[in-house]
């Protein structure tokens, strides 16, 4: 058993609440865009991408992880996105 309480991931399981709410946001998302753009650099959207190629998921939705902020690697995305920017969550 964790000793440490501070520590809330291991009681993600147990939290149906936080699990409903996760579920209603993503509905909400999924409703209005029909495409994801995750910004990340040094690592902070690896966790998303690790996650999607693991379980071998196939979003009905693109979804696209920029882990940089080079403006020559993220201007070429951004002219594929932009004719439907509006459609993108960022």
Known sequence: ??????LGFHQLPE????????NN???KLR???TKMVV???G?????????QEAFAFQA????IFLDTIDPLQVD?????LKPDLKSVCW
């Open 1 to 6: 058993m964790i000793k440490n309480k501070s």
């Open 15 to 22: 939290r149906s609440q936080l699990w409903e709410e996760c």
């Open 25 to 27: 946001v993503a509905q």
């Open 31 to 33: 409703a209005q865009y």
């Open 39 to 41: 910004l990340g650099i």
């Open 43 to 51: 690592g902070s959207s690896l966790g998303g991408k690790v996650l």
């Open 60 to 63: 009905d939705r693109q979804v």
């Open 76 to 80: 070429p995305w951004l002219q594929q």
